[in-house]
């Protein structure tokens, strides 16, 4: 867009996440968001040098300035960069708190990815952070970027389905990559569950439009059962097994070659513990009652197994007088409105939907560029908290053989 300054962007953490998603989409909408990464920040070295490649080679692809990115493994020194007016935060959940208190304090804008922290201390840190700072940052959350979720929040507010009671997601992914990384303990990313029910539980929360008040879960771990025979990784293993890690890389990367994950020893910042190594305390499967104060009822079914298939991820909602349910891998909606009377398919696809999460990361760079001219964000540090509530509520109540947890508990 003509006429519009350019923003420096630092990013601490630049791992997939923050150079492979948010700034190859900022590459991407550069024509409109003038987003400009100059600063880069990470524990890893080598990492730094992968994540400058990969960046320089995305910038290329889509005709974005490539400027010169700063490399530092000190957070402090990317917040203090006067060529930094934007800091994105996308470190592992775990080392979410200490950067995103650090860049609020410093009065830049900030965005955090979600879940917001591994555990309520952390996360009600980030909470009060937000307050001292006086403005909110913008969070992850994908779906609330994503063109087919808006519609469909669009829709329910204009009525067409009567008044909303009942709401349902369901999410089968076949998602191994949970036990093959840090997100494989709960004190590195809160669980599976946090990692991507935090997600659902921000959409429950969004689309109920009301707090959530009381929650029963089962769940387990039933796939990804600890072996004590197991390797320790998938590259000494030559198992035929259907859960290999694929290769955790930046995709300039040449293939083949160990990169930065290949060369990490920890389990905690190893790409490819195998799934079977003890360790893990992660559920692979939850299903979940809830009860909302406005009398809405939800469920939450989800597995980090199964195969993949267009219906991997849906939600749907049921009011007075009509039904809706989203289709995330399709982008479609199927409408039934006017007590069945009318039907039809709505496709959302926007020209963006095949880049990555169906087009939500070039849409939450837009908005974020809004956000950094002054506007509300989408979704805020208050939301990452009471999703994180709800995920511990759940993690409890599989913990007590499912009994009903209140969210009115003073320890959520
Ligand atoms: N919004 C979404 O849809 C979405 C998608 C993927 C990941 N995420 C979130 O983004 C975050 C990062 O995930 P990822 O997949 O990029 O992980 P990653 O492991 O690929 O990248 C994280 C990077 O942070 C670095 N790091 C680790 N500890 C650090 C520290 N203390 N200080 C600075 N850097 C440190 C690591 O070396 C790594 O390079 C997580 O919170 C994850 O849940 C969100």
Redesign the pocket.
């Known amino acids: 867009m003509q006429g519009r300054n350019t923003v420096g962007v630092g990013i601490?953490?630049?791992?997939?996440?923050?150079v492979s998603?948010l700034a190859a989409a900022m590459a991407a909408t550069w024509e409109e968001t003038r987003f400009e990464v100059r600063c880069l920040?990470?524990?890893?070295e080598e990492?730094l040098q992968e994540a400058q490649r990969h960046l320089k080679s995305v910038c290329a692809k889509h005709g974005a300035p490539q400027p010169d990115v700063r490399l530092t493994t000190d957070?402090q020194s990317l917040i203090d960069d006067p060529r930094v007016q934007m800091i994105l935060v996308?470190?592992?959940?775990y080392?979410?708190r200490?950067?995103a208190e650090a860049a609020l304090a410093s009065g830049k804008k900030v965005y955090l990815?979600?879940?917001i922290a591994a555990d309520l201390e952390d996360a009600a840190a980030i909470v009060d952070a937000e307050k001292r700072a006086g403005h909110p940052l913008i969070m992850?959350?994908?779906r609330r970027y994503e063109e087919p979720w808006r519609r469909a929040f669009h829709l329910l507010e204009t009525g067409v389905i009567g008044d909303l009671h009942m709401l349902q997601l369901r999410a089968v992914i076949f998602y191994h990559v949970y036990f093959h990384?840090?997100f494989r303990r709960r004190e590195w990313?809160g669980g599976a569950l946090n990692?991507k029910s935090a997600?659902h539980c921000d959409v429950l929360n969004w689309f109920a439009q009301s707090a959530c008040r009381r929650v029963a879960a089962f769940g387990g771990q039933r796939v990804y059962k600890p072996d004590p025979n197991a390797p320790v990784r998938c590259a000494e293993c030559d198992r035929d097994c259907p859960y290999r890690a694929n290769p955790?890389t930046f995709d300039s990367h040449p293939k083949g070659q160990p990169d930065s994950w290949g060369h990490e020893t920890e389990e905690l910042?190893r790409g490819d513990n195998c799934v079977y190594l003890p360790g893990s305390d992660s559920l692979d499967h939850v299903t979940a009652i809830l009860e909302y104060e406005n009398g809405v009822k939800a469920s939450l079914f989800w597995s980090v197994f199964g195969p993949p298939a267009p219906d991997e991820e849906t939600l749907e909602l049921v009011g007075s007088k009509g039904r809706l349910i989203l289709y995330r891998r399709t982008g479609t909606l199927d409408l039934v409105t006017d007590y069945g009377k009318r039907k039809e398919t709505i496709d959302c696809r926007t020209e963006d939907f095949q880049t990555s999460?169906f087009g939500a990361d070039r849409s939450l760079i837009r908005d974020m560029r809004r956000f950094y001219e002054g506007g509300e964000p989408p979704v805020r540090a208050t939301d990452g908290y009471e999703s994180l509530r709800m995920v511990r509520a759940m993690q409890e109540s599989v913990a007590n053989d499912g009994a009903l947890v209140s969210l009115a508990d003073s320890h959520l």
């Open positions: 601490i953490g630049s791992g997939l996440r923050g998603c920040m990470d524990r890893n990492r957070a996308t470190t592992p959940t080392a979410h200490e950067p990815d979600k879940p992850g959350f994908t990384n840090w990313s990692d997600h955790r910042y999460h």
